[in-house]
């Protein structure tokens, strides 16, 4: 079964630098999300994307962070300058049609130092 | 505002004993209703979705809109089936972008 990557698997940076988590949806996939869980929180929506255009950002998606589809298989999410509060466990999801049950990787657990 | 309660953090139960997880919503228009579930180190999984009205590894789920409920139940508790569940609720329109409930541990003790 088709799954969608994620990669590192974790990522440690020092506190103002920039990051770029990386993706692979499932590749028939056209709905793209990116999500983060700070330990002990819940699940929280960051992005999503479609027709290579961000079609709604949360709150917490400022100007610091921004995505990307660079070619047609990666999907990323960059911090241009870390916080410590940054810190946390992002998730990649995809889902074939809107509305249909998305697909999450493994996640990229993100530690700020 | 739209959001989604699962109020018990942790319930523990003994193998074969019933199980409901609890999940209520708070939404305005038609929202859907996915349970996800997360085994120890693994990718949140679907488990199932309000509208398909299927029974996974013997989990149901019912949307109650009177309640605005979609409580998950097994009849009988398998200790495979300690893991993390979440309940999340997506817009029927829009961006379809997922709200997540914090999640209720499930350990099924032997």
């Known amino acids: 079964e088709p799954e969608v990557t994620q990669t590192p698997s974790h990522q440690v940076t020092q506190m103002g630098q920039e990051v770029i988590l990386r993706c692979v949806p499932i590749?028939?996939?056209?709905?793209f999300y990116w999500y983060r869980q700070i330990l002990g929180q819940k699940v929280e929506f960051l992005v999503s994307f479609y027709n290579n255009e961000i079609s709604e950002k949360s709150e917490i998606f400022d100007d610091q962070f921004s995505v990307e589809r660079p070619d047609g298989s990666n999907f990323t999410l960059k911090i241009r300058s870390t916080k410590l509060e940054d810190s946390a466990m992002y998730f990649c999801?995809?889902?074939?049609?809107?509305?249909?049950?998305?697909?999450f990787g493994d996640g990229t657990r993100l530690s700020i130092l | 505002a739209q959001r989604v309660t699962q109020p018990e953090k942790l319930l523990s139960v003994f193998k074969g004993a019933p199980v409901e997880l609890k999940c209520n919503y708070s939404?305005?228009?038609?929202?859907?209703l996915f349970w996800y579930v997360q085994y120890s180190r693994q990718r949140l999984q679907l488990l199932l979705r309000h509208i398909s009205r299927e029974s996974i590894k013997g989990f149901t789920a019912d949307l109650n809109k009177g309640e605005t409920s979609f409580h998950l139940k097994k009849p009988f508790a398998q200790e495979e089936d300690s893991a993390m569940y979440y309940c999340?609720?997506?817009?029927?329109?829009?961006?379809?972008?997922?709200?997540f409930g914090t999640g209720t541990r499930l350990k099924v003790l032997a």
């Open positions: 999801a995809s889902s074939a049609q809107g509305g249909q049950p998305q697909h």
């Open positions: 939404y305005s228009g038609s929202p859907e």
């Open positions: 999340a609720l997506s817009r029927s329109s829009g961006t379809y972008k997922y709200i």
């Open positions: 590749s028939n996939h056209l709905y």
